[in-house]
């Protein structure tokens, strides 16, 4: 059955949220768009640069297209790392981080964040609460952020057998092709390609469907198109259950069926005023 969305401001939002203990955030590309991260499927120019002849990043950034030609996908690669790095947080980041650190310290839920953007915008406001080794399995990875498409500032080794294989390295300065230390072939990018599969070693996405199918009792789920089939599974297994209170926060809805709360307003300013709201209502 298809419902209509019940509408509602940030304040009013915040008051479903009020005595859950397994919050789950889903935050897609409408969140960055504030700090001047173009959406994917916008218009804007980013997503149109031509590479010898690729301007479709869905050609760019999938296997095929790194087997044959892997200098193209890192110049993609490092052109979105400028951006990241030309851009800044928004407000909405930080409402986000204000939610995950209040309900730490007063120990009254577990917010988990899982984010589609590859940005590196909520690692750099939250911060690594566990410094990682480089060269490892988990450096690429926060604890409490699960970055479901990756992370833009990371690469590693997928030649099987090699013994730097899916190990961690920070991405390089200099814009040239990273090759393998050991190996000597191309690193891939820590961002999934569109032809790739989620997997809980790269992408922790066993981690994050345990999350959703034993835990979760609250879904926020912040500016996604929910063009992906992950994010589409952790919203149709959230409505599924009546009890789960699925706050979406877009300027237009993207759930096309089920019951879901509607904040239609900028995620960076419906965020902090939803998060001050909550706080203020969880210490009467």
């Not at 401001?9 to 173009?38: D, F, H, R, W």
């Not at 590479?51 to 790194?66: A, N, V």
């Not at 986000?96 to 310290?105: M, S, V």
């Not at 500032?153 to 090759?179: A, H, Q, V």
């Amino acid at each position: 059955m298809t419902h209509k969305p019940s509408n509602a401001t940030a304040k009013e939002a915040a008051q479903y949220i009020v005595g859950k203990k397994n919050i789950m955030i889903l935050t897609g590309a409408g969140l960055s768009a504030a700090s001047g991260i173009p959406t994917f499927r916008g218009a804007n120019g980013f997503w149109k640069q031509q590479y010898e002849g690729y301007s479709d990043p869905e050609e760019i950034l999938k296997m095929t297209t790194f087997t044959k030609d892997p200098h193209i996908v890192w110049k993609w690669h490092y052109d979105f790392i400028k951006l990241m790095k030309a851009c800044k947080p928004n407000d909405g980041h930080r409402a986000i981080q204000d939610l995950i650190i209040y309900t730490k310290q007063k120990n009254s839920a577990n917010t988990c964040l899982v984010t589609q953007n590859i940005d590196n915008y909520h690692t750099d406001v939250l911060g690594k609460v566990v410094a990682k080794t480089e060269g490892t399995k988990e450096y690429a990875f926060t604890d409490n952020i699960y970055e479901i498409h990756g992370n833009v500032l990371y690469m590693f080794c997928i030649t099987s057998g090699c013994s730097k294989e899916k190990l961690f390295m920070k991405c390089p300065d200099n814009e040239e092709m990273p090759l393998c230390k050991e190996c000597g072939k191309p690193m891939k990018p820590h961002a999934m390609f569109f032809d790739e599969q989620y997997s809980e070693e790269l992408y922790k996405s066993e981690t994050v469907r345990n999350f959703v199918e034993n835990k979760m009792d609250a879904l926020i789920v912040v500016g996604t198109a929910l063009q992906t089939s992950y994010a589409k599974m952790i919203v149709n297994k959230a409505l599924l259950k009546l009890e789960i209170p699925v706050i979406e926060v877009n300027i237009e809805s993207c759930i096309p069926a089920g019951f879901r709360i509607l904040v239609s307003e900028p995620s960076e300013k419906s965020l902090p005023a939803m998060v001050s709201e909550y706080k203020r209502i969880a210490k009467l």
